[in-house]
Structure formats: structure tokens, C-alpha cells
């Protein structure tokens, strides 16, 4: 696609429950990045891949939280036992590369747990 | 880890000039961003500026780098109703993180007409 790509937009869940959010990344691009942003604050990273492969996990908060990218494209974050501090909007990027490469973010999803 | 400051909140009238001020702590990034947020919208790059040079412009933008001091500006020249809008400023990483982004807190820059 010509941008970057997150489903659903939005997702309301209880406590407890496991959510999986969606990043279609730019084609082409081998770097792909998870970023979540609570309410009145900056993104804060959270994982980032290079290929396949993470390059990068020392964001994720604790072991609840994972993500894939299979076939180093889509990629999918997977919460597990969500708690209420997770909502947040969870932002995707992708670049070309890594340093100096621009990112482009997708428009996000918001989490709502109840 | 890295810590970039920003002051929260901009109001200025149509047409004046912005300056959105940004401080970060790690002297050895690469690269430094401003983004722009809209309501309900991703992050828009709007300039960067690698960590060699001391001023970068761009039509209406003009980024400004103290490296001594660690001071990163934005100015918006003749700024319009549309320029509304959350702008962050970010630095890379370095070694092992050198791959994300650290973020502001973001500046919410209000334009009245």
C-alpha cells in the first residue's frame, strides 16, 4: 500500500483479555517499529525488527507483551492478560533501513481496556 | 535512557513566527526529528537534521542545533491555522538502541486567527 497500515483503528477489550494489533508496513521496507503512546505523552519504543528478525525487545514493559513478524513484512503485537495501563494508542512504523532512515507511522490503534 | 525535554504548550497568532524549543541529553545522536501530530493522525516527519550541521531550512521551517548545549529548535515562518498541531522532537539511539527513536513529550502549538 502507499502508507503505512494498522487494523483495527480501534479496540475495546476487558481486563484480562488477549488483543492482537496489526502493522502492514510500507512494501519494501525492512525495518519496522512499535511505538505506544499514552495519553499527553510522546511515543515510547517498544520493539523494532530488522527483516524477521527483532533487532530490539528492550522496550516491551514485561512478558505479556510479544511481537512477530514472520515473513518480514506484517507484523502483529500480541498482549496477553491486558491490564487497564496498557490502553494507549499503539503506533507502527517502517523504514528502509535503520539510522537516518525517515520512519513513517501508521495512524495507530487505541486500546481500551476495560 | 535518553530524555528530551519540550515545553508543553504554544499559542501564537496567524501569520507571526513559531519557535518550538526541544533540550536532549545524548550529545552523540545521529540524527535529530521534529514530528507533527494532527488530532486523531499518525506522526508526520517534518525535517531532520543530522547532528554535523547547525541550521537546516526547509520552505517555511528552519531548524536550529546547539550542539553545546544540547538545544534543537523549530521555527514555523508565517504560521498558519493549519500548522495547529502536537510537534514532538526525537534523537536516535546509540549503540544497541541505535534504531528507535526517543520522543517529547510533544508541544501543542495553537494558531489563532
Known amino acids: 500500500g502507499a502508507g503505512v497500515s494498522q487494523t483495527p483503528s480501534n479496540k475495546v477489550t476487558e481486563k484480562g483479555k488477549y488483543v492482537e494489533l496489526r502493522c502492514d508496513p510500507i512494501s519494501g521496507h525492512t525495518a519496522l517499529y512499535w511505538y505506544r503512546q499514552s495519553l499527553g505523552q510522546g511515543p515510547e519504543f517498544l520493539i523494532y525488527?530488522?527483516?524477521?528478525?527483532?533487532?530490539?525487545d528492550s522496550g516491551l514493559p514485561n512478558d505479556r507483551f510479544f511481537a512477530v513478524r514472520p515473513e518480514g513484512s506484517v507484523s502483529t503485537l500480541k498482549i496477553q492478560r491486558t491490564e487497564r495501563g496498557d490502553s494507549a494508542v499503539y503506533l507502527c512504523?517502517?523504514?528502509?533501513?535503520?539510522?537516518?532512515?525517515?520512519?513513517?507511522f501508521g495512524p495507530g490503534t487505541r486500546l481500551t481496556v476495560l | 535512557g535518553e530524555d528530551v525535554e519540550q515545553s508543553l504548550f504554544l499559542s501564537v497568532r496567524e501569520g507571526d513566527s513559531s519557535v518550538i524549543n526541544c533540550t536532549y541529553t545524548?550529545?552523540?545522536?545521529?540524527?535529530l526529528y521534529w514530528y507533527k501530530q494532527e488530532p486523531g493522525a499518525g506522526l508526520q516527519l517534518l525535517t531532520y537534521i543530522f547532528s554535523n550541521m547547525d541550521m537546516k531550512q526547509d520552505q517555511r521551517l528552519t531548524v536550529l542545533l546547539n550542539k553545546k548545549d544540547k538545544h534543537l529548535s523549530l521555527r514555523i515562518a508565517d504560521t498558519q491555522t493549519g500548522d495547529s498541531a502536537i510537534y514532538f522532537c526525537?534523537?536516535?539511539?546509540?549503540?544497541?538502541?541505535?534504531?528507535?527513536?526517543?520522543f517529547g513529550r510533544g508541544t501543542q502549538l495553537t494558531v489563532w486567527p
Open positions: 526525537a534523537e536516535t539511539g546509540r549503540g544497541s538502541t541505535l534504531g528507535r527513536l526517543y
Open positions: 525488527f530488522q527483516g524477521t528478525g527483532a533487532a530490539d
Open positions: 545524548d550529545s552523540s545522536s545521529t540524527y
Open positions: 512504523a517502517s523504514a528502509r533501513g535503520t539510522t537516518g532512515n525517515e520512519q513513517f
